[in-house]
Nanobody, 115 residues
């Protein structure tokens, strides 16, 4: 079992930067993918970025060049560094971990970009 706890959300002005973090309750080992998804009001939950255990990253087209996903060396925390934020980035950001043959989700953290 893995518990995920996100932090770092908040309100930021358009053009600003913010970093959200997701801490796992145990070290993620074996084949795995860690990622961030987001859900705006009235919309579906969409992929933002993922990173595999081998370090391969994948980004949604809308965030390429602005967002960076990374993990710490202990494989306990996944980060999403967001820059040049836009109003359309406003959403609840969810952490997801695919590991141990299961999918785990965090509770989400609100990111609001004011224009």
């Amino acid at each position: 079992q893995v518990q995920l706890v996100e932090s770092g959300g908040g309100v930021v002005q358009a053009g600003g930067s913010l970093r959200v973090s997701c801490a796992a309750s145990r070290t993620i080992v074996g084949p795995n993918t860690m990622g961030w998804y987001r859900q705006a009001p009235g919309k579906q939950r969409d992929l933002v970025a993922t990173i595999t255990g081998g370090g391969t990253t994948n980004y949604a087209e809308s965030v390429k060049g602005r967002f960076t996903i990374s993990t710490d060396n202990a494989k306990r925390t996944v980060y999403l560094q967001m820059s040049s934020l836009k109003a359309e980035d406003t959403a609840v950001y969810f952490c997801r971990v695919d590991a141990f043959n299961r999918v785990y989700w965090g509770q989400g953290t609100q990111v609001t970009v004011s224009s």
